[in-house]
């Protein structure tokens, strides 16, 4: 059974597909603010963080560039992709989903956010890895 799947996995157009997949949340939401700034800039008010404009745009261009260089390892630089989204992912914890400071039933909700944000941050780590191994 394994020589069957083998050829599948290491092929490059599943390796292409796999991190079009792993960044999809964020090259979308990247382009959802690009056409809809005003809900974006309103996330950052509502986050309570100052400027929110700039964090706005410094949402999308984080989100946008990581999940480009995820995908395309250009120039070898996939690991500094997925490590900027991994900090971005990591600080949206504590700034937009603070499960701890909530009553139920949204504790629970956010807290289910922030488990899936971890989960994410694992496939990062691993798009990371793999782009600093040589394919075959």
Known sequence: MESFFTPLLTHPVTL????????FVFWTAG?????????????MIDANLPSPRLFAIAT???QLTGSA???TNFAGLGWIGAFGLTVFL???????HPFWKFEEPKRTGEFHIALEHITVVGGLMLAGILSTLPLP
Request: proline share 3%; net charge positive.
């Open 60 to 62: 999308m261009a984080t």
């Open 31 to 43: 382009l959802f603010g690009v056409f809809n700034f005003k809900v974006i800039v309103q996330e």
């Open 69 to 71: 260089l995820v995908i």
């Open 90 to 96: 990591l600080l949206t914890i504590p700034i937009g």
């Open 16 to 23: 292409v597909v796999a991190k079009v997949v792993l960044t």
